[in-house]
Each structure stands twice: as C-alpha cells, then as structure tokens.
C-alpha cells in the first residue's frame, strides 16, 4: 500500500469489532450551539465511551454546554483561553490522546456543527480497526443537489490543484470527518498550521510520510447552507501555490541561466566548432553550447530543489544520481527538439529553445515530485 494510495471504499456490511468503539473522538468546537449536545449525546447512545471536547476560546455563554458534556456525558474537556484555530484545537486534543489512550490505534475527528451523523463516524471507526496504517477520510459527495455552490468548487478546485500540483489524489480536501493512525499524530504535531490550513497541510504530509490514504463515502449533510464555514480553497491550499511557485522560481532562474550560457556559446562557437579539439569537432555547436549550458544551469537547479523547493529529506547520495539521470535525459531531448525544429523553421535558435523547454518545465516537475526527491 503507496502513500497517498486511496484505498477501494468501504461497503459498510462487515462486522464491527468490539474495541471500534473505544477509540477516541476529538471534536474541536468553537462557539458551539445545541448541535454539539446532540451529537456527544447520539455518540454516547451509539457506543463511544472517549469523547475529547477542545472549547477554542469559546465565549463564556458557551460554558455550560461545556460543563454539560463534562459532567453528564463524562467527556474530556480541555480549553483554550482564546481562540488559536481548528489546527492547534485538535494539535492539543492528539497530545491528550497520545498520553491518555496509548493503545488506541489513533482517533476520529469530527466537527461539532452537526455535519457528521454517529452511523458516519462509526464508518470511519470501523475503517481504521481495518487499516491503522492509513489516513480515513469521511468524504462527501459533491454532485449532490443539495451541496453549497461555495463547497462544492472549493473541493473541486482544491482536489484538482492537490491532484496535479502535490501528487495527492482525494475526493473531499476538506472533510473535518478523518480517522488518524496513532503513528500518523505524532508526526501531526509538529506539522505547521494553526487553522483551517492545518487539515491541508495533513493530506500533504501523507506522501512524505509514506501513510495511505482510505476513503469511505459518509452522508453530505450541510447546516443552514453551510454559512459558517471558514473554508477558503485558495488560501487553505496556500502551501501548495507555494511549493509551485518555488520550483517554477528555481526553474525560471535556472532557464536565465541556462538561456544565456546557451546563447553566448552559440555566439562563440557558431562559425568555430571544427576549431574544436578531439571528439568536440564532430558535434554540432548547437549540442555543445546546450550541453555547457545545461551542466551547469542542473548543477544550481539541483541544489535549489533539494534544499528548498523539495525541502528533501533524503541524502545527496540517493537524489543526485536521479536528478543526473533527469537532467541528461531533459538535455538530449530539448537538443534533438530545438535541433530538429530548427532545421525545419530556420531563425534564431533562441527562439525554437525556449517554447522546447517551457514543456520539458512541466514534465520535469512532476518526475523530480514523484521520483527524484519523493
């Protein structure tokens, strides 16, 4: 099982193990109404026995909710004295998991606003006992009539930049219904966000961190056309826009670089390869000004990505040997591209070179994201 593999979806038919309902639920809630009572009441009647309540800060008329779920459901309530975000609210309910229920396979979070039904998180509870290696996802279904536009191309656009952009391929970006492997929250900790980002950040670390990804499809349920959701897709997906644009900064300083090394020697050498010694008489300028070029140009690229587009963890020793590979495949298709076009269009080579390489671009981003620094 890969990394960021989804899993085939649960049918909902097998047995549920006994210990399904031992595991912890965490439910973050900020400003809570009734629908927190309803549903710590509804998961008490279904089975579940830990209930870990995070009051973000919540003003003092949400007290007594709070001592209700506290002392009439026997829940574990912890509080924030202001409000620190979704991010930092289950970041402090995994610590309290992790030192309370060392056993347990991980937790189940879920949102206090009555989206998520207890047959749903019963779903992701069954999952987990069946896969603790893997991340579980309640997620919705967004084709739905009765969906908010706003939700609905949020996720769209969401999903599509984490497909193509971050190699993570899930159906609903931003279900607040997950199951996490206890292994899977430690590392969670020290992952960056404090807020709605925090749930993003997560899915990014699953191909990092090698964790699956399972999905189960749970009942799309949306209070007062979800007008309280803070979900911003551009902004939540930030970290994603990031890392792009790092790498398409590194490939575009690289390209000057490269443009120009490629340019000069083509000055130097357009009327003078024969002048050249040895085996270098034989090719054509064109090959020998794109091969200095992208020697060096690769070099500079290499290090960029490694140490700070990829933030790549692996050693020199493992990544380079790819990279080499890339870049030397890269360099013999750009010079047989613009060579070939060249001789076809004629003009400057300028020219033909940097619409040749603008596509090789997107090529290599995903080759170096999956294979090079993966």
Known sequence: MRAGETLPIDDGNTAIPAETFSIPVVIPAYEPDGKLTRLIRELKEAGFGNLIIVDDGSSPSCGELFREAEQDYACAVMHHNQNQGKGRALKTAFSFCLETFPDAPGCITAD???????????????????????????????????????????????????????????????????????????????????????????????NPRNVPIREVPIRTIYIDGNSSSHFNPWKDSLRIYLMFGKFLLSSLSSSVLDLALFALFCHLLRDNTRALPGILSRFSYIGIATAVGRVISSLYNYIINHCIVFDSKASAAKTLPRYVLLAAVQMCMSWLLVEWIHGLTGGLELFVKIPVDLSLFFLSFFIQREIVYK
């Open 112 to 206: 206090a606003d009555g989206q998520h039904s207890p047959e749903c998180i019963l779903k992701i509870a069954k999952a987990m006992i069946e896969t603790p290696d893997a991340l579980v996802l309640g997620v919705r279904d967004f084709d739905r009539e009765n969906v908010p536009k706003k939700s609905e191309y949020g996720n769209k656009i969401t999903r599509n930049v984490m497909r193509f952009l971050a190699g993570v391929s899930v159906t609903d970006t931003q279900t607040g219904l997950r199951g996490i492997p206890a292994s899977f929250m430690k590392d969670l900790l020290d992952v960056k966000g404090e807020r709605y980002e925090f749930e993003t950040n997560m899915l990014l670390e699953t």
